[in-house]
Antibody, heavy 124, light 110 residues
Framework: EVQLLESGGGLVQPGGSLRLSCAAS????????MSWVRQAPGKGLEWVSA????????YYADSVKGRFTISRDNSKNTLYLQMNSLRAEDTAVYYC?????????????????WGQGTMVTVSS | QSVLTQPPSVSGAPGQRVTISCTGS?????????VHWYQQLPGTAPKLLIY???NRPSGVPDRFSGSKSGTSASLAISGLQAEDEADYYC??????????FGGGTKLTVL
């Protein structure tokens, strides 16, 4: 069964850092681009970042560019999101999501598998 | 205010047909980018419902259908069931803004 399991969320002060992880199973992890998508409490979905299957190409939303870093370890089947200089507006559930068909990230593609999410709260 | 505009809520009785619209512009849906739809049941992660405007992933009932025309797309749900009560989101790409989601539509089954 294809599964994604996020971890690493929690409460952090403004200006602090946090690293999220997403453990993948049930598919050849390195063959697929991956993304992070977040959802603020009671709000809609917002794409945050994407990475190619090899890890050689990364993409970011303007709202997190320069503060967040996406990476992956294909030997561990794990996706990461390093979040620095956190702000109150970064408070959200963070989901990792899989590209349906390619190791290259195509901006028009859907996300076919989602994890259950991990909550990040930025507050003093 | 999302660039992809969805009605905040729609409702219907069991067995009825409802549609949810997703209105964009010439820089996203109108530029030819695909539209995808997700269902988010309360307290759960989104689930892919329709991809590439009108294609259903394996396991999604054919009661769900998608279409696209011009700068808009629609999700139709026929034979409405209580278990369809959820939030629904459209997704596309904008040449200026990158990956976009609509603001979401809450479906209530009366």
């Amino acid at each position: 069964e294809v599964q994604l399991l996020e971890s690493g969320g929690g409460l952090v002060q403004p200006g602090g850092s946090l690293r999220l992880s997403c453990a993948a199973s049930g598919f050849t992890f390195s063959s697929y681009a991956m993304s992070w998508v977040r959802q603020a409490p009671g709000k809609g979905l917002e794409w945050v970042s994407a990475i190619s299957g090899s890890g050689g190409s990364t993409y970011y939303a303007d709202s997190v560019k320069g503060r967040f870093t996406i990476s992956r370890d294909n030997s561990k089947n794990t996706l990461y999101l390093q979040m620095n200089s956190l702000r109150a507006e970064d408070t959200a559930v963070y989901y990792c999501a899989k590209d349906p068909s390619s190791s290259s990230w195509y901006k028009e593609n859907a996300f076919d598998i989602w994890g259950q999410g991990t909550m990040v709260t930025v507050s003093s | 205010q999302s660039v992809l505009t969805q009605p905040p809520s729609v409702s219907g009785a069991p067995g009825q047909r409802v549609t949810i619209s997703c209105t964009g512009s010439s820089s996203n849906i109108g530029a030819g980018y695909d539209v995808h739809w997700y269902q988010q049941l309360p307290g759960t992660a989104p689930k892919l419902l329709i991809y590439g405007n009108s294609n259903r992933p394996s396991g999604v009932p054919d009661r769900f259908s998608g279409s696209k025309s011009g700068t808009s797309a629609s999700l139709a749900i026929s034979g409405l069931q209580a278990e369809d009560e959820a939030d629904y989101y459209c997704q596309s790409y904008d040449s200026s803004l990158s990956v976009l989601f609509g603001g979401g539509t809450k479906l209530t089954v009366l």
